[in-house]
């Protein structure tokens, strides 16, 4: 006698497909819009500093009609704090637990104090702003869904990769950089949501701006062998100077503590006001920095030239981001990598030691050495400007560049960029045993304290219940024997209100001594 076996399928991956392409479409036409606004404002801008620098009589209401702006936006971050620098840490904090917020009010001040901060040629960048705005809109979205817990951050997470790809036109690197830089998860339906949000964003944002690739760089030839131990000149100096932009960006903001005259929500006047001698002397260099990547790459500066470059957009990068204002370190970050990669192109010239040909080449590597080592994400940093050039040619000496960048940031005791900016916005979690039953998940990784020990021998935090570990596929039902291995992901059961506490005591077992248990 045959029996009949039916077998219950899972949707919920093709749920989650679903319901990321709703939030790509969502989070792209949002972003899309912002970057649509910023480079048309940009482009007023160099226009009104070409003329302002023929009618100087109109410098003074100018510099006005800048100080009236600033302080509409200093009003905004007082009404809403959570609008403030790049919106990457609170993106990062609220899929950790340690910070939330309404999304209707972050939605609109950070919308349009980004447009009017970053559009006015502040060196800011618009891609933390668009990972914020593409997270708060699908925030907005899970509300209207009544979604919490796990379902609202799997919207979050695709929303803020689909704001990233709208921004950048690269949707495997924005899902990278949310699974390895934000999410720190690497669980099958974060990586299917931000993939799919990401990838219709990108569609969204490809229709507005076309399919060129947003730093496309022409380059004559790939970089023969023999010229490779330059990358390792280059990679080390890119890490020296990454950790110099690292104090410079978490510690700025004493400097302008000592502004007593100045309520701080309004430190944005002084950006504001610095701003008007930068755009009537180089406006080329005005806002992220994209038109000079791209500019540079095709007429590079002389040496002394591009050191003055370089040395304006590092400070006047510290003092807009330190501001308080509305604006990312992204593009930044990337403008200055650039640089450095030209002067060190320039360098390597005079003395004889590599060909003028490669230049561009160098000012690729290096954004990638540069971003790889001040945020210790790697793995984003190549994909990244891989997909931003429009070239597989460069994979080697990218990976090269970056890895030597990202020793020498680790080795001088360096952060990740966005976790350290977020520990400046949180303070340590309390237990709570309060609200809805939610989860945490918890990667363990090779030199992790946890690994190679029992469940039995951990104290886990209080409030807090291991209920299963996922090995790649498989999901294990843990015991007290149950062994804990480098690449599990421990499913921590606790209370809502309780992850940001158990996140926290996690990552502190996970750096004990091994003897932690005894």
């Known amino acids: 006698m045959n029996e009949k076996h039916t077998t219950q399928r899972d949707f919920t991956r093709l749920r989650a497909i679903g319901f990321g392409s709703l939030v ?4 792209g036409c949002v972003v899309s819009l912002f970057r649509l ?6 482009r007023i801008m160099q226009v009104v500093y070409g003329w302002l620098g023929h009618h100087p009589g109109w410098l003074l209401p100018w510099a006005v009609l800048l100080v ?3 302080l509409l936006i200093g009003h905004w971050v007082k009404q809403e704090p959570m609008i403030k620098g790049s919106g990457i840490p609170q993106i990062e904090g609220q899929l950790a637990g340690d910070v939330d917020y309404a999304w209707w009010p972050v939605l609109w001040r950070k919308f349009v104090s980004g447009v009017l901060g970053i559009g006015a040629g502040l060196f800011l960048g618009r891609e933390g702003p668009s990972i914020q705005l593409g997270g708060t809109v699908a925030q ?11 379902r609202r951050r799997l919207f979050i997470a695709g929303g803020a990769a689909a704001g990233l790809s709208a921004a950048f036109n690269a949707p495997i690197a924005s899902t990278l950089f949310i699974l390895e830089e934000v999410y720190h998860s690497f669980s099958t339906l974060v990586w299917v949501t931000s993939l ?7 569609f969204v944002s490809s229709e507005v701006f076309g399919l060129t690739p947003v730093l496309h760089i022409a380059y004559q030839h790939a970089l023969p062998l023999k010229y490779y131990w330059l990358l390792l000149v280059l990679g080390v100096v890119l890490g020296l100077l990454g950790v110099v932009y690292q104090q410079g960006t978490l510690h700025g903001g004493a400097l302008y503590a000592r502004l007593k005259w100045l309520p701080r929500r309004f430190d944005g006047v002084v950006p504001f006001l610095l701003v008007i001698p930068v755009g009537l002397l180089w406006p080329i ?3 992220g920095g994209n038109q000079l990547i791209v ?3 095709q007429k590079t500066p002389l040496l002394l030239p591009l050191i003055g470059y370089f040395v304006l957009r590092l400070i006047f990068s510290m003092i807009s981001y330190n501001s308080g204002l509305p604006g990312g370190i992204f593009l930044p970050i990337l403008t200055l990598g650039a640089l450095l990669g030209a002067i060190g192109a320039r360098s390597f010239n005079l003395l004889g030691l590599l060909p003028v040909a490669y230049i561009a080449n160098f000012m690729i590597y290096a954004m990638a050495g540069y971003f790889a080592g001040i945020s210790k994400a790697p793995f984003t940093a190549i994909l990244l400007i891989t997909e931003m050039v429009g070239s597989l040619g460069h994979l080697l000496p990218l990976a090269v560049v970056s890895i030597i960048a990202y020793i020498t940031v680790d080795l001088l005791g360096g952060a990740p960029i966005y976790e350290a900016l977020l520990e400046q916005m949180v303070t340590p979690a309390n237990p709570s045993a309060q609200g809805l039953s939610d989860r945490v998940e918890f990667p363990v990784g090779e030199d992790s304290a946890l690994a190679g020990v029992q469940v039995r021998d951990v104290t886990w935090p209080k409030d807090a219940l291991l209920t299963s570990v996922h090995r790649g596929e498989r999901q294990v039902i843990p015991h007290g024997d149950t062994l804990i291995r480098a690449g599990d992901i421990l499913v921590v059961l606790t209370y809502q209100h309780n992850r940001a506490y158990v996140r926290q005591e996690l990552r502190r077992l996970a750096t004990l001594p ?5």
């Open 514 to 518: 091994p003897h932690f248990q005894d």
């Open 285 to 287: 260099t005005l806002g």
């Open 140 to 150: 907005g979205m899970a509300a209207h869904w009544h979604f919490t817990g796990r």
């Open 24 to 27: 790509g479409l969502g989070a």
């Open 37 to 42: 606004l910023i480079e048309h404002s940009l």
């Open 68 to 70: 009236l702006v600033a």
């Open 295 to 297: 500019t540079f790459a």
């Open 196 to 202: 799919t949000s990401a990838v219709v964003a990108d």
